[in-house]
């Protein structure tokens, strides 16, 4: 299906009463890369958690759509199902489900009863999208992420977006932990998903994803909302000179969440 649109409007959220995001602003069409950046706990992760349905993230006011469907009235399994991906700041373990396994039934939750992946040509494609990351075969057969390291969890995140086909991605510092070559390999996964059936959020603190991954617009969030937004020039003024010259711009003393 081409031409999605992720769509959040005045989106308000909160964790155990504490309001976190403030009012976020957000469209996401498939065929575009945005990078989100901001300080430490102004909000990104919740975003993410939020779009996903994260029960503990309790949106009080505001409303995210996919292609006009109100995402907020569905279920954390229906949002993927819509063609939602997240890929977490921190993936969980989960002991007793090997990767395969979970990849299979993630795809097949995707399609229709009765139209599963044939086995074989899920192992094909499951061959060549980790020969792809250069990933160690092993790994298909390990119980999801446990005992995985940082960057083979970030690695298998990639394997997992390359594999279900989603719409819209949302990856939540997929770059933290990577070494170089690492980086690389993650960016190349991404860029490979460029194309006008493909729309993704990138929640990123530097500029070094972002010079492997053209973003088409940069975003800014402060104080649980977006603050700023600019092309990739942005995200390359902010590499130079970090965030100082927004708050100054924009008249914000502390930019948590707590301001
Ligand atoms: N489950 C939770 N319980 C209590 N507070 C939370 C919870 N989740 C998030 N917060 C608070 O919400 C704020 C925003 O957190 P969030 O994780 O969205 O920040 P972030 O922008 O992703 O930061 P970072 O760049 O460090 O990952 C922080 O002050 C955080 O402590
Ligand atoms: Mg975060």
Redesign the pocket.
Known sequence: MAGSVLEIKDLHVS??D?E?LKGVNLTIKSGEFHAVM????????????AIMGHP??EVTSGSITLDGEDVLEMEVDERARAGLFLAM?YPSEISGVTNSDFLRSSINARRAEGDEIPLMKFIKEMDEAMDFLEMDKNMAQRYLNEGFSGGEKKRNEILQLLMMKAEIGIL??IDSGLDIDALKVVAKGINKLRDENFGCLI?T?YQRLLNYIEPDFVHV?MQ?RVVKSGGSELSKRLEAEGYDWIKQELNIQDE???A
Do not use: R, V
């Not at 901001?38 to 958690?49: D, F, I, R, V, Y």
């Open positions: 964790i155990e504490k976190i901001g300080p430490n706990g102004t909000g990104k992760s919740t975003l993410a958690s503990k993230y700041q939540d510092e929640i603190h969030m649980g948590t969440i707590n």
